[in-house]
């Protein structure tokens, strides 16, 4: 059984970026998906503090940062994240930085909180941590988008994984109702839709789902009113 542990996932990870030719990654892309644009424009507004969790290369952090957001991306690995500098023009400023996304504390809260194709990598083990994560890490009223593979992809198993073709690890076919479940009751689902992603061999369908968060993870779900975020220490 392969070792999950996040100090081996770290390994493999960065294993990936350091021997496969980086722009023949299927996921890597030069702009971000047209749908996920789409989204941000039509969920998010524009300003404050922008996540993009298991950033890659930082195509989609560039974006958030070009369209004013003060962003952070995080990602596994170091190869990805110096990578991801590199790309990053001059006077785009971009918090990157090599961190593990299940446990992530930061010293801010996030208005928008983007995970592209991040989620599906979330092995089952840590999945309700990695959600409380997002939930804690998010302020009240924040955007938050989800894009994993879906369920309805001709490649999904009846066990609803398989093994992943790059990383040492699981990759896992979640349904919106597997993840809107998951962020019950402190986050709802205000957008959901199926989007093409990848590209030959490794063309997929994926579960694109917008949430806003309306309540403070640890609050009674009783419906007492939000207060105002916390910073974190
Ligand atoms: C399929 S790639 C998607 C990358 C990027 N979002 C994009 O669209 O190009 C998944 C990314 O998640 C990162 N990753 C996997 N597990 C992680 C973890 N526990 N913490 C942070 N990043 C992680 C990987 O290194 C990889 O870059």
Request: hydrophobic letters at 40%; one cysteine or more.
């Amino acid at each position: 059984m392969a070792d999950t542990s996040s100090s081996n996932l770290f390994k493999n990870w960065d294993y990936v970026y350091q021997n496969w030719d980086v722009f023949e990654l299927p996921w890597v892309e030069k702009d971000i998906h047209p749908v996920l644009a789409q989204k941000i424009r039509e969920f998010a507004s524009a300003e404050g503090y922008a996540l993009d969790i298991g950033c890659g290369l930082g195509q989609v952090s560039r974006h958030l940062a070009s369209a004013g957001y003060k962003v952070y991306g995080i990602d596994a690995s170091d190869r990805a994240i110096n990578l991801a500098k590199g790309m990053t023009p001059e006077g785009l400023e971009i918090a990157y930085m090599v961190a593990d996304s299940v446990r992530f504390v930061p010293e801010v809260k996030f208005d928008l909180v983007v995970d592209f194709l991040h989620l599906h990598d979330i092995q089952a083990k840590d999945l309700s941590v990695y959600i409380d994560t997002l939930l804690k890490i998010s302020a009240v009223g924040a955007t938050m988008i989800t894009t994993s593979l879906s369920e309805k992809d001709p490649t999904a198993t009846s066990t609803g994984e398989r093994d992943s073709h790059f990383a040492d690890c699981k990759v896992y076919y979640r349904s919106s109702k597997q993840i809107t479940d998951l962020f019950f009751p402190y986050a709802k689902l205000i957008s959901t839709e199926i989007i093409n992603v990848g590209r030959g061999a490794e063309s997929y369908l994926a579960n694109l789902l917008v949430f806003r968060k309306t309540k403070i993870l640890g609050q009674p779900p009783s419906g007492c009113l939000d207060t105002a975020p916390v910073v974190l220490p």
